[in-house]
């Protein structure tokens, strides 16, 4: 930074100092002009806040928040903004939004700055009142109504001059704030601009955990199993799962044309589909466990997520093609496999993994097999349940092709009887069970499972000097 970036700042200050002094010093007349102005700021801020009323039903259905979010912001899975934007906030019946999927009628919900739709209010929020039904708008400020209209005649010194003066101090001491925090975003913005010929940062990995995604998943999930507890019926074994705007399909292991309401048959018993909107008003227990525990997203085709459950491969799993954007999958399987609901029970154990994609110290693969067959090494990294007794069911993420020795425990843990463990390698074995290749572009073939996606990341170009 120097003299003359300094320099300027100060002058800059030292001028909106002087500016505020003659606005104090000149008396109530710059005062009352300033407190005539000041309230259509704020009337116009709180203009521009958008809210809408829970109704007791929207065409006949109970509402949602899905349901609202497709209606005024044209996408239902934007429903965990709303969430987020009242979440814990008091509601006028003194309870609070706190479950994505339970909304009261009468509820005042903060919608998102660009909702638009017949039933969004503009507007201050109401009061929160436990009598009476909510009021649309606020009512006028008294004062406003019976203040008599401007003549031209000075008003009293001690109504309209001391309340001048003091609107005149906020806004000097504002204007005054507002240059100290405009100069020290100008000098922090020059003091970390990076310089000429600096190499560039690493770019962020292009995948990131999508929790409104996972959030419908699990309760879809959710939605079927306790259907299906309820009628009796037992869930079959899903491998597959694909979800859009509007519907969601489970892709089964074996065909069966008797789905609990309102999920429907298709593919002569092959899928079970519903349509997002029917499932929201029917219950979802969360003590019933997950049918796909170990599911992770492959990646989208025609604006279709399609997932896969790790736990369906009868062997290894192999990843092959491109090596990095191999390593960006796993990396992202990881995440959604320890961030997950459905995923709660589920062990990870990485072995010969970088650091950046574990996010803890590299270990080796003999290592991470210790910790998949239970010995406890403390050495091994364990993403999700490390020293929790208990757990039944794992992920083994090996970073690279293990060597004959190594590999063989490895098919021993996909071997066992109850079918614990998941074995997923960098690399090409001779059990490979499931062989899937993502090529520089970013596409991703699954090879027998009959699934080609597009991940969402690509390999950079290389650019030649």
């Known amino acids: 930074m120097d003299r003359r970036t300094l320099s300027r700042g100060s002058v800059t200050l030292l001028g909106l100092a002087l500016a505020t002094a003659g606005l ?15 309230p259509a700021v704020l009337q116009q801020q709180r203009a521009e ?22 209606r005024f912001l044209g996408d239902g899975d934007r429903y ?44 201050p929020l109401p009061a929160i009142s436990a009598a009476g039904p909510v009021a649309s708008e606020a009512p006028a400020d008294p004062a406003d109504t019976t203040a008599p209209a401007d003549t031209g005649t000075a008003a009293p010194a001690d109504s309209g001059g001391s309340t001048g003066l003091i609107l005149a101090i906020v806004a000097g001491v504002l204007v005054l704030a507002g240059a100290g925090a405009g100069a020290w975003w100008f000098l922090l913005r020059r003091r970390s601009a990076p310089a000429a010929g600096s190499a560039p940062d690493t770019a962020a990995p292009s995948r990131t955990f999508d929790t409104a995604a996972a959030w419908t998943i699990d309760r879809a999930l959710q939605v079927l199993v306790t259907s299906a507890d309820t009628a009796g019926i037992t869930v079959p074994s899903i491998y597959g799962v694909s979800i859009d705007e509007s519907r969601v399909a489970l892709r089964l292991a074996a065909p069966d044309e008797t789905p609990p309401e ?21 219950p979802a227990s969360n003590d019933l466990a997950s049918p796909c525990p170990r599911l992770v997203t492959l990646g989208t085709a025609g604006g279709v997520r399609e997932l896969v459950d790790l736990g369906q491969a009868t062997g290894m799993i192999s990843i092959q093609g491109d090596a990095a954007l191999a390593r960006e999958l796993v990396s992202a399987w990881t995440e959604e496999l320890s961030s997950s609901p459905w995923a709660g029970n589920v062990q ?9 994609l574990t996010g803890g110290e590299r270990v080796s693969i003999r ?13 091994a990294f364990t993403l999700r349940g490390g020293g929790t007794s208990g757990r039944q069911l794992g992920v083994l993420i090996l970073g690279s092709t293990p060597g004959n020795r190594e590999l063989e425990r490895a098919q021993s843990l996909v071997n066992r009887p109850d079918a614990a463990w998941v074995v997923i390698v960098l690399g090409k074995t001779r059990y490979d069970r499931w062989r899937f290749t993502v090529d520089p572009d970013g596409k991703l073939d699954t090879g027998a499972l009959g699934i080609t996606v597009h991940t969402g990341s690509a390999t950079p170009a290389r650019t030649t000097r």
């Open 80 to 123: 965990l903004e709303i969430f987020e934007l009242n979440k814990d906030k008091p509601q006028a019946d003194g309870t609070a939004l706190t479950d994505p999927a339970v909304l009261d009628a009468g509820w005042v919900l903060l919608m998102p700055e660009d909702a638009t739709g017949d039933g969004i209010q503009t507007g």
């Open 262 to 282: 309102p999920w429907e048959s298709a593919e002569n018993g092959r899928v079970w589909q519903a349509q997002l909107r029917d499932l929201q008003a029917l």
């Open 367 to 379: 290592d991470a097999l210790n910790a998949a067959e239970g010995e406890g090494s403390d050495t």
């Open 348 to 356: 990870v154990v990485a072995g010969d993994i970088r650091p950046h």
């Open 24 to 38: 104090l010093a000149s008396g109530p007349a710059a005062a009352a002009g300033t407190a005539h102005r000041a």
């Open 49 to 70: 806040t958008k809210w809408y009323q829970v109704q007791p039903s929207f065409n006949g259905e109970p509402e949602f928040l899905y349901a609202i979010a497709e």
